[in-house]
């Protein structure tokens, strides 16, 4: 059996970009289509074709990582970095979702925008984005993740301000190309202490050093983790640099699925997890790491429940659900956080992509408020959609629930203050999702006759990617069943874990008795099922509408801040915006303008002055030239007389 090399995986959706950048325009639809689609079809084949056997490896016992070396790439003095791809559990699974889900989110995207402008151009960029990512999750070393790392980054600007006539996209786009600037920096400056510290950024070297010898790095842990961190919170939208992915919502809605789903935003948290050995060595960075985890949780979750653009309440959850995972790898609990990487793949996509069959059967509209009814018109946007929703508020089968209490479950053993507040998280995430569905699909239509008349289901090119997308929300969890009904039972953990290596000093994930696990599945049972109840009490039957308006009523500053996002934008705006605005009108008047500008428009105008004053002298008359030179000459002697005595 011949099987592909690895840099097969990204270099074909590299020749989609290529090909729709530079003759997508000129040959039209249907090569775009399928160029673009058939790229990352083909390269989805060539991942599992080399998945397969590498998992069936795995699960028999030989859990070691693959790693191709195609060359030299860089030699200076002490620095020395290959050009390597690797296949190791942590980056197969991360290959696995990435190229499935991104497949998919590009099926649908042919149907969603074949009537936009720009259509070559979307799949161009869209294919970068694929390289970028599947660059970053193959990479063998630090320096090659930052690429990928740096190629999602720019890929996302060029992608949230594709339509960027409209100044709202334009300005999202630039608002999250800066904001990942900040926590690119501190990425970069942790690279740097990696290299400083270990003389090498090689995965394979540096991973193992750690866990070898670990109170010899134990003192550079913290720098190296908190440095990372920063650019974690940056691409995975923690606070506080949270602020670009609400914004994004600005780009087209199958963009948004990629972003927040399978791509971009899931690359924070693979760093994470990747080097899970220099953070465990550090409880400083461990407890950084779930504070910041578990605040973003809360923070998500509550600006969600008052949001009423459809994509705006799907942003809010990713910020949330991110939080979660960085709270499990805060806890310890690395390989919980992956695990809901892979659930949230499967139901983030489907809900971005099913709000994406609502948009498109609405003619744009993406306030719920304008909505209802929808069930009866698109069917089988509703039933995956009620998918998703599940998947997302932990009702249990659905996937979303095994990885959400499995993190709740590592937070209480570690954290029992960070339990609670990931618990009222999840409550509020039951909340404000069932909020979304009852007022998209419930009830009777708010929108407009016209709107009315043109209600239809989408095409199947949108409705494939959704059904197999909630198919996978309801059963992808089954392979990490709770621990309590046995080790071998939970095939994720038996994957994943030799990634997460013993090691002496280091912070290791703790266990919890059956009998409190029970109880801790039961608690997270009812925050799902709360949820759904007050969801329910509060927008559906005769009293719709009723509680939420005395509530609003009753606590307006609540709503009102919970509304504007709890004024982060603002406060930004006075600590960030507004100061160096100030400083940047001082340099521009003051400095520039009166210093810079002002000393070489005097010296031009010295120039000038000194140009009109020896213009005089200049007669043409050889008379007052000769008398000019003869006073010099009797200057010039009186000088050197005057200077002799």
């Not at 053993?413 to 569905?437: C, D, E, I, K, N």
């Amino acid at each position: 059996m011949v099987i592909a090399p690895l840099w097969l995986v990204p270099a074909l959706p590299l020749a989609g970009f290529l090909l729709c950048g530079l003759l997508g325009r000129r040959l039209g639809k249907p090569f775009v289509t399928s160029v673009g689609v058939g790229s990352v079809g083909v390269a989805t084949l060539a991942a599992f074709a080399r998945l397969v056997p590498y998992v069936a490896r795995v699960f028999s016992g030989d859990s070691s990582a693959v790693v191709e070396r195609y060359g030299s790439w860089i030699r200076a003095g002490d620095v020395a970095v290959d050009f390597a791809f690797r296949l190791d559990p942590l980056s197969a699974l991360m290959l696995s979702f990435v190229t499935f889900v991104g497949f998919l989110i590009h099926v649908y995207s042919a149907g969603y925008m074949h009537e936009q402008e720009g259509y070559w151009r979307y799949f161009a960029f869209l294919n970068l984005f694929m390289f970028s990512m599947l660059t970053l999750v193959l990479a063998n070393n630090f320096l090659l993740l930052f690429v990928g790392w740096e190629g999602v980054g720019l890929c996302s600007y060029l992608l949230i301000a594709f339509d960027y006539e409209k100044e709202s996209s334009a300005r999202a786009g630039r608002k999250a190309f800066l904001t990942n600037r900040v926590g690119d920096f501190g990425f970069l400056i942790g690279v740097f202490l990696v290299q400083a510290v270990f003389g090498t950024l090689e995965f394979d070297r540096v991973l193992p050093a750690v866990a070898a010898d670990p109170a010899r790095y134990a003192p550079a842990a913290t720098a190296i983790a908190l440095c990372l961190f920063v650019g974690a919170c940056g691409k995975s939208a923690q606070l506080p640099l949270s602020v670009w992915l609400p914004d994004a919502m600005a780009g087209p809605t199958p963009v948004s699925a990629l972003i927040h789903a399978a791509t971009m935003v899931t690359a924070g948290v693979y760093v994470v997890t990747r080097a899970n050995v220099i953070f465990r060595l550090s409880p400083a960075a461990m407890i950084v790491v779930a504070i910041v985890g578990a605040a973003t949780a809360l923070f998500g979750a509550i600006v969600g429940t008052s949001q009423n653009d459809i994509k705006k309440v799907l942003a809010y959850s990713t910020v949330s659900q991110l939080g979660y995972m960085f709270l499990a790898c805060g806890v310890g609990a690395f390989v919980a956080g992956m695990f809901h990487v892979l659930t949230h793949s499967f139901f983030k996509a489907l809900l971005f992509l099913g709000s994406g069959s609502v948009i498109h059967a609405m003619g744009g509209e993406q306030d719920i408020r304008k909505m209802g009814g929808l069930r009866r018109k698109l069917p089988t946007t509703w039933w995956t959609f009620v998918c998703g929703t599940l998947a997302i508020a932990g009702i249990p089968i659905w996937a979303g629930f095994f990885s959400k209490d499995e993190i709740l479950g590592a937070a209480f053993a570690r954290h029992p203050a960070l339990w609670l507040v990931g618990w009222g998280s999840a409550l509020l995430t039951s909340f404000y999702m069932f909020r979304l569905l009852i007022r998209t699909f419930a009830g009777e239509f708010r929108g407009t006759q016209e709107q009315a008349h043109h209600l239809h289901e989408s095409p199947r090119s949108m409705i494939v990617p959704l059904v197999v997308l909630a198919v996978l929300s309801t059963v992808g969890g089954l392979i990490g069943l709770p621990r309590l009904l046995g080790e071998k039972l939970n095939l994720f953990h038996r994957f994943l874990d030799p990634i997460v290596p013993a090691m002496s000093g280091a912070i290791e994930m703790r266990e919890t008795s059956p009998r409190l696990e029970l109880v801790l599945i039961a608690a997270s049972i009812a925050a799902a099922l709360g949820g759904w109840m007050l969801a329910r009490a509060a927008y559906l039957g005769p009293r719709a509408g009723r509680i939420p308006e005395r509530f609003t009523a009753a606590f307006p500053a609540l709503y009102r801040a919970a509304e504007r996002k709890l004024y982060l934008d603002e406060i930004y705006e006075a600590i960030l915006y507004r100061p160096f605005r100030a400083i940047s009108r001082f340099l521009w008047k003051a400095v520039d303008v009166l210093v810079i500008d002002g000393s070489i428009n005097a010296a031009a105008f010295m120039v000038e002055l000194s140009g009109d004053l020896l213009r005089f002298f200049t007669t043409g008359n050889l008379r007052n030239y000769a008398l000019t030179f003869l006073l010099g000459i009797a200057a010039l002697f009186g000088f050197v007389v005057m200077r002799g005595w």
